[in-house]
């Protein structure tokens, strides 16, 4: 079975700072893995994706990820946040290209102030 | 190119009235196809998942039931909402990329 844990439902930054939102999985397999940004009462868009090629991915609005085997992590970083970066972000896990179930963790919301 | 449509947007029903939400997916065959749940505060439900017309597979038992009358709809559907059923709901398609898709979502509230 799979499982995703995201640490900290709340994360709370100033504009220009780093975002590190975490993101721990667990999978029998090798995983394919996402982070998906949701605003207020919109759907889910992608961020970025592992899918088994290089572990250091980048994504869309400068965020990226590192996918680290050891640690079972797929931390979502970004060098300087956003005041429009503040929504909600979600890291998911899958067991195939796609085609198989997606599986979320419970989400961290993201807060940035001026 | 691909897109999805879901509607409505937002739907106010009273307890023990029936539900149909519809989820359309252009631009793809074949796509497999999910309905989510996401309530307040939680993250999401994977309610059901088809794979192909007519092959539904159930997630968590509840008051909901999905249909997939043609190759690229999803419909999901109650005869009888409970307020527990409030949420908001998120339809979503794989093709042959990866990652999903998802449609702009139907916010549900029972009263």
């Known amino acids: 079975a799979q499982s995703v844990t995201q640490l900290g439902s709340h994360v709370s930054v100033s504009e220009g700072a780093l975002v590190l939102l975490r993101c721990n999985y667990s999978?029998?397999?090798?995983?394919?893995l996402f982070w998906y940004v949701q605003y207020p009462n919109q759907g889910l868009q992608l961020l970025l994706k592992y899918t088994s090629a290089a572990t250091l991915v980048k994504g869309i609005n400068d965020f990226e990820a590192e996918f680290k085997k050891s640690e079972t992590s797929f931390h979502l970083t970004k060098p300087s946040a956003h005041m429009s970066d503040a929504a909600e972000y979600f890291c998911?896990?899958?067991?195939?290209?796609?085609?198989?179930?997606?599986?979320f963790g419970a989400g961290t919301r993201l807060a940035v102030h001026p | 190119s691909q897109t999805i449509h879901q509607w409505p947007a937002t739907l106010v029903q009273p307890v023990g009235s029936p539900l149909s939400l519809e989820c359309t997916v252009e631009?793809?065959?074949?796509?497999?196809l999910y309905w989510y749940r996401q309530a307040a505060g939680r993250g999401l439900q994977l309610l059901f998942y088809?794979?192909?017309?007519?092959?539904i597979s159930s997630e968590v038992p509840q008051n909901l039931s999905a249909s997939r009358p043609q190759d690229r709809q999803f419909i999901l559907s109650s005869k009888k909402l409970l307020l527990s059923d409030s949420g908001f709901y998120l339809c979503?398609?794989?093709?042959?990329?990866?990652?999903?898709?998802f449609g702009s979502g139907t916010r549900l509230t029972v009263v």
């Open positions: 999978s029998s397999v090798p995983p394919y």
């Open positions: 998911a896990v899958s067991s195939s290209g796609g085609y198989n179930k997606l599986i």
């Open positions: 979503a398609w794989t093709g042959s990329h990866y990652g999903y898709t």
């Open positions: 631009g793809t065959s074949n796509p497999n």
């Open positions: 088809s794979v192909g017309i007519g092959q």
